[in-house]
């Protein structure tokens, strides 16, 4: 199994607090990823980073803001949460994709947020 | 814009059939790859196969197989013998041309019945 874990795995927090989720990997991989699933919308990217202080911006990437300055961590922070955020947030982590190659995603055990 | 399509919410099989899941993708892309990966009840992601779009043979891998057909745009996963552990929810993922977008469908949840 690749080496990522999350912390929190479980995390309940007020509206119009600031919350930071971890990402960690041993696997020196260089390509990080945060995920949000919801019901009805699979995963969707949130932000990307292809190394340490390159991030870059995914699919839904409002009222969320990234950081790495380690290869091996990789943190997502909402600035002040809403409602909206409550999510099952997933970090992936992959090898030089090379393209549209082989290289498949890794993923964490995820993070359950709710914002109350 | 990238999208992915499973139009099936939920699929039930006889325990050894085979199953086919649908995926349709959308793309302008020249240049893609094709990712089913399967969610447990458990939560985890487990990754099960990769087709991509210049590969000319459909991918295998044990039990798992995409029929990949190019020029209607589908990458079905199709699960051969199944295994009251295939139950779980899959997703079908898109890598888009620059290798840094991902795409995932809603996923289908899959029943296999003793």
């Known amino acids: ?116 | 814009a990238q999208k992915i399509t499973q139009t099936q919410p939920g699929m039930f099989v006889q325990e050894k059939e085979a199953v086919t899941l649908d995926c349709t993708y959308d793309t302008s892309d020249p240049s893609y790859g094709l990712f089913w990966y399967k969610q447990p009840s458990s939560g985890e992601m487990i990754f099960l196969i990769y087709q991509g779009s210049y590969d000319q043979q459909n991918a295998t891998e044990g039990r798992y197989s995409l029929n990949f057909q190019k020029a209607r745009k589908s990458a079905n996963l199709v699960i051969s013998a199944s295994q009251l552990g295939d139950s779980a929810m899959y997703f079908c993922a898109m890598r888009d041309i620059t290798g840094n977008q991902f795409y995932f469908g809603t996923g289908t949840s899959l029943t296999v019945i003793p």
Request: proline letters at 4%; a neutral charge; hydrophobic letters at 25%.
């Open chain 1, 1 to 116: 199994d690749a080496g990522i874990t999350q912390s929190p795995r479980h995390k309940v927090t007020e509206t119009g607090t600031p919350v930071t989720l971890r990402c960690h990997q041993t696997e020196n991989h260089r390509y990080m990823y945060w995920y949000r699933q919801d019901p009805g919308h699979g995963l969707r990217l949130i932000h990307y980073s292809y190394g340490v202080k390159d991030t870059d911006k995914g699919e839904v990437s409002d009222g969320y803001s990234v950081s790495r300055s380690k290869t091996e961590d990789f943190l997502l922070t909402l600035e002040s949460a809403t409602s909206s955020q409550t999510s099952v947030y997933f970090c992936a982590i992959s090898r030089d994709p090379q393209g549209a190659g082989s290289n498949e995603q890794f993923f964490g055990p995820g993070t359950r947020l709710t914002v109350l």
